[in-house]
């Protein structure tokens, strides 16, 4: 299907929910294996998912290995890095809100940064959305941390691995994109799945021992985080990358703590705070401004 037909306020809810859905997956199905453990068999699944996709749809199975290269590595940042730094932090005991308050600070690197890189500057009304949706984490974030949890100096570096690594991937898919020279979807996710697959094996193994208890809520989780998460939530991402500049993606990502949050309250029925819907309400206007924003005219690199 054409995905330039759709609106694009259909693709970028439809990325939220499925992009943060995966935290709610992975919940379910950490307690049977351990995070690198689990992220490993999502990207294998996920790899051999899109060999069957890519050989059925008669796409390039050996692209040219510059476009193969680049989606490898764009994938093991986007996916391997980006997940593995942030899920690490957390195991290594520190406090999920500090996490996700660093991560938070994506969309305000990517607007740094994007008129360097893709020559699509930021607006003055962007950054003032951008400052609006990172104050909209924060008060969701800071309302729920109860303190520090003892974990190492090491540790707290982790989620900004993540945040450089999908900022470094994000901006560089768009470029790619903007230049015309992006490899079909079912391709570019096989390359970057395989990828991730690839680099998450050593550590998964030599830290987790790859042990998984294959029960049936383990493996409806892996179904759930492989299809609806890895397929679904980053295929919309690049095609969202494809039609707008990388600062209104990446400003989606503030809408992740309290949708999050959101979704917990449904599926496990934790506690809605009042903090919740006025961090919502924040993140949605600071997003909003960025999304509406006229960005400045892009500038050839």
């Known amino acids: 299907m054409a995905t330039r037909a759709i609106p694009y306020v259909l693709l970028a809810s439809a990325f939220v929910l499925l992009w943060n ?118 008060v969701a974030v800071i309302a729920r941390m109860q303190g520090d949890h003892g974990a190492p100096l090491w540790a707290y570096v982790l989620p900004f691995g993540s945040v450089v690594a999908i900022t470094i991937a994000s901006l560089s898919q768009r470029l790619r994109a903007h230049s015309g020279r992006s490899l079909p979807m079912g391709t570019l996710l096989l390359y970057q799945s395989a990828g991730s697959a690839v680099a998450l094996l050593l550590p998964a193994l030599l830290l987790e021992g790859l042990r998984t208890q294959w029960t049936l809520p383990f493996i409806a989780a892996l179904g759930w985080v492989t299809v609806l998460v890895s397929l679904g939530a980053y295929a919309l991402m690049w095609v969202l990358l494809a039609r707008v500049d990388a600062t209104r993606v990446a400003s989606l990502f503030y809408f992740g703590p309290p949708v999050t949050m959101l979704m917990a309250w449904l599926a496990f029925g934790d506690a809605v705070l009042l903090t919740d819907w006025i961090a919502l309400a924040i993140t949605s206007v600071g997003v909003v401004l960025v999304q509406r924003a006229p960005a400045p005219r892009a500038q050839p690199g």
Do not use: K
């Open 21 to 138: 859905s995966g935290f709610i997956g992975a919940e379910y199905g950490l307690p049977y294996a351990g995070a690198l453990t689990l992220l490993f068999w999502r990207y294998l699944a996920l790899t051999l998912l899109m060999l069957a996709w890519v050989i059925a749809r008669s796409e390039p199975l050996l692209p040219d290995r510059g476009e193969a290269f680049h989606a490898t590595w764009t994938g093991i940042l986007a996916h391997a890095v980006w997940l593995g730094c942030a899920l690490g932090a957390i195991e290594a005991d520190v406090p999920a809100g500090i996490v996700a308050l660093v991560v938070a600070l994506q969309p305000l690197l990517t607007g740094a940064l994007s008129g360097a890189i893709t020559g699509e500057g930021t607006s003055p009304l962007q950054w003032v959305g951008l400052s609006a949706g990172f104050c909209g984490v924060a």
